[in-house]
């Protein structure tokens, strides 16, 4: 799904004049390094609105085709009040916004955290965005002691393969979702395990 050229303008004139985020320390800040030159990754105490508004757009365009596969509506409302709660994660490539990640602690579980948005632009897909992200994220929820990442993902998403090169394990199925689950340990954060060639 293509994004309209008004997201498009908001993005080039509110993300290439000044810096994405203030320099304002997080806990999670100093964890979250950047796994390449390409990609940068923040993790900003609190998220401006324009980029809160940059962030919903993507999560409702990439949401929009699964949705309405299961004759469902975005209900911005409620993403609003979800992530109000929740830790962003927000990759750039090259200082342009790329895409984004939302954790929550303890959902589940404690300790644990739950990756609630896992959205990227098209430009990042395949390329090491979503891989970028998780491991910032994993190697974040290891050292904060979390015993397990779980995340909750549509069963037709292409991102399940990802999650699962990473170790994620589907646990369930709940509203045509896979509830997966990693339990955490020193390989958590050595990244995908390669594809097999069979």
């Known amino acids: 799904m293509r994004l309209n050229a008004n997201?498009?303008?908001l993005m080039l004139e509110t993300l290439e004049p000044r810096p994405l985020m203030p320099a304002v320390a997080s806990p999670m800040r100093a964890r979250a390094a950047a796994p390449s030159a390409m990609w940068s990754i923040d993790c900003p105490a609190a998220v401006p609105r324009r980029i809160h508004r940059i962030c919903h757009e993507l999560a409702r365009a990439n949401m929009g085709p699964y949705l309405a596969a299961?004759?469902?509506?975005?209900?911005?409302?409620?993403?609003?009040?979800?992530?109000?709660?929740r830790q962003f994660w927000l990759l750039t490539e090259h200082g342009k916004f790329a895409g984004f990640a939302t954790t929550q602690r303890d959902?589940?579980?404690?300790?644990?955290?739950?990756?609630?948005?896992?959205?990227?632009?098209?430009?990042?897909?395949?390329?090491?965005?979503?891989?970028?992200?998780?491991?910032?994220?994993?190697?974040?929820?290891?050292?904060?002691?979390c015993q397990f990442v779980s995340l909750n993902v549509f069963?037709?998403?292409?991102?399940?393969?990802?999650?699962?090169?990473?170790?994620?394990?589907?646990?369930?199925?709940?509203?045509?979702?896979?509830?997966?689950y990693k339990p955490l340990h020193d390989r958590a954060v050595r990244g995908p395990v390669p594809e097999s060639s069979n």
């Open 107 to 145: 959902r589940y579980a404690r300790p644990s955290l739950h990756i609630g948005d896992l959205q990227l632009l098209g430009a990042a897909r395949q390329r090491g965005g979503g891989t970028a992200l998780l491991n910032a994220i994993l190697t974040a929820a290891l050292a904060d002691g």
């Open 70 to 85: 299961r004759s469902l509506i975005w209900d911005a409302a409620a993403w609003d009040e979800r992530t109000a709660q």
């Open 155 to 180: 069963v037709d998403n292409p991102a399940v393969r990802l999650y699962a090169r990473f170790g994620f394990e589907n646990i369930c199925i709940e509203d045509d979702k896979f509830r997966m």
């Open 7 to 9: 997201y498009n303008r």
